[in-house]
Structure formats: structure tokens, C-alpha cells
């Protein structure tokens, strides 16, 4: 028989589950039985709730949880089991998104550590279903504290990148060693992490008011300002981080540097504009 719980916890957390469920490609029900595993012998203090709207949260054990749960409350001196599971829910929604990823990430986290101590080659499976083998270096997190990413080099496609840990679905440690190469740079890349690996990488662009004003909002993947002279800016960013911020833009943004990406902005438009052509004709 399953063991059924429901949880009045207050709408942020509520909210957080919600989105972390999305965004960690997940279940909820595997989630609250994650976080009942990892939690449920720590010693978690009340936390303290301000908020008049509650929603309710039900979930049921599974299996491995369902067979200790009752020696848990026992050996825990738990009366109120509501208040139990809420206080491991608040515990876990109250970090910021990275530390959340990192939580659930655990298993995966502690062998990346022990291939960067080590100097391990690992393989990669992604839940795309792509395959790669890299030489990782550091776990590093966005500056916004919204995920983690792993700076390595990626042995296959021979380049140094950044791979979200989100979308890791497995890793094997692999009995390859190998040094670090170019030292200098990695260490950099790790003193002033950013997940696009914009050291040394810089583009030109004219900004309209009205982009000055997007600019200045929109804090998500913003690059660094390196000078502004009137409407010409010049940011350290990279070609990815440029295509992935300066779409909102439209026409409000005009790249003049470097040339690949001012084509590619052109060609991204050309083709929206070949869309809505199509569309008014029929």
C-alpha cells in the first residue's frame, strides 16, 4: 500500500518545486523523495514562515523511504509529520537555484571533484543523448547564482568549454590521466569565471536609447562593459553570449564586431523576415 503525504507549505516553496521540477527535467514526486533521503537525518531548525498564501504539496514514498519512514519519525522523536517533511522542503527551497542544483547533482558533483583533484579524463552522457570525453577543471557558478557549469576541455571537439551540469545525465571516471595545458588561461577562466568563457573576446556594437535602456534592465547574461564612447560600445563577451543576450534587442542593436557574428545577426533577421513574408501572403 502506498504511503500517501500532503504538505501545506507557503506559496514560494510551492513555487520553487514547481519550477525546479521544470527545469531539472524531474518528477515531483521523485524530488520531495529526494529531498526526504539526503535530509531526513539532519537537524533542521523551524524555519520561519511570512506568508498567508499556502498551497498543498502531495507526494507519495517510494519505495526505499516508505521502508525506514516510520524508524525515521521514531528514532527523530517525530509527533507532527507535516511539519517534519516541511521543514526538509523549506530547507532545500530556501537556497538559491545553484546550491539546489548542486544538492540534487550531489553524486555527480563529488566524482567531478575527485577527476579535477586527480587529473581525470571523464565520459559524458547528456540527456540529449550526446556523448563526450573531457578533462574537467572547475565547477563554476553563473554570476546570478541561477546554475553551475563545468569549465573543461573537451577532448572530442578539442576546445575548451563550458558544460551545464543540469543537463549531465551520467559520467564515468575514466582511468586517463592528463596534466593541465596552458595553465595560465585556466586559471584565469577560473578566477574570473563566466559560463560563456569571454576572457580575451570582445564585440563592437551601436546602441539606440532605447537599447541603452534594454541594457541597463536586463541583467541576464549581460556582458561586461569594457568602453562606451556616445552610442558605440564596446563589451567582453563572447559570440554565444552575444547571440543569447542582444536577441532581445531587435533593432535597437547594431553589431559591427567581430564580422562572423554581425553575419549571423543578418542572416537570423533575413530569415524572420522571409517568415512573416511567407505568412502574409497566404
Not at 520531495?32 to 531548525?45: A, C, M, P, S, V
Not at 514514498?61 to 507535516?82: C, G, P, R, S, V
Not at 559524458?124 to 553551475?148: A, C
Not at 567582453?236 to 564580422?259: D, G, T, W
Request: glycine residues 2%; hydrophobic residues 35%; positive net charge.
Amino acid at each position: 500500500m502506498e504511503k500517501k503525504i500532503r504538505v501545506t507549505i507557503n506559496k514560494s516553496a510551492f513555487d520553487i518545486i514547481e519550477s525546479d521540477v521544470q527545469s531539472f527535467k524531474i518528477t515531483k514526486n521523485y524530488l520531495i523523495n529526494y529531498i526526504f533521503d539526503i535530509l531526513k537525518e539532519e537537524k533542521i531548525e523551524t524555519f520561519h514562515q511570512d506568508e498567508e498564501k499556502k498551497e498543498i504539496i502531495q507526494f507519495n514514498l517510494n519505495k526505499k523511504n516508505k521502508n525506514i519512514y516510520y524508524d525515521i519519525l521514531f528514532e527523530n522523536n517525530i509527533q507532527i509529520e507535516a511539519e517534519f517533511i516541511r521543514k526538509m522542503i523549506y530547507r532545500y527551497t530556501y537556497q538559491s537555484k545553484s546550491s539546489r542544483e548542486l544538492f540534487l547533482y550531489r553524486d555527480i558533483v563529488d566524482r567531478l571533484k575527485y577527476s579535477i583533484k586527480n587529473r581525470r579524463v571523464i565520459k559524458i552522457n547528456f540527456d540529449d543523448d550526446r556523448k563526450t570525453s573531457i578533462l574537467p577543471f572547475y565547477i563554476g557558478t553563473s554570476k546570478l547564482e541561477l546554475g553551475n557549469y563545468i569549465f573543461c576541455y573537451d577532448l572530442l571537439e578539442d576546445r575548451y568549454k563550458n558544460y551545464k551540469l543540469s543537463n549531465f545525465k551520467s559520467i564515468f571516471i575514466t582511468q586517463e590521466k592528463r596534466e593541465w595545458q596552458n595553465k595560465e588561461f585556466i586559471n584565469n577562466v577560473i578566477k574570473n569565471f563566466d559560463p560563456f568563457l569571454s576572457q580575451g573576446k570582445k564585440i563592437k556594437a551601436i546602441l539606440s536609447e532605447e537599447g541603452k535602456k534594454i541594457l541597463s534592465t536586463i541583467a541576464l547574461n549581460r556582458p561586461e562593459t569594457i568602453s562606451c564612447n556616445g552610442d558605440i560600445y564596446e563589451f567582453k563577451c563572447s559570440e554565444q553570449q552575444a547571440k543569447r543576450y542582444f536577441a532581445y534587442f531587435f533593432n535597437e542593436i547594431e553589431i559591427l564586431e567581430p564580422l562572423s557574428l554581425r553575419e549571423w545577426f543578418i542572416e537570423k533577421y533575413r530569415s524572420a523576415l522571409r517568415i512573416y513574408e511567407n505568412t502574409k501572403t497566404k
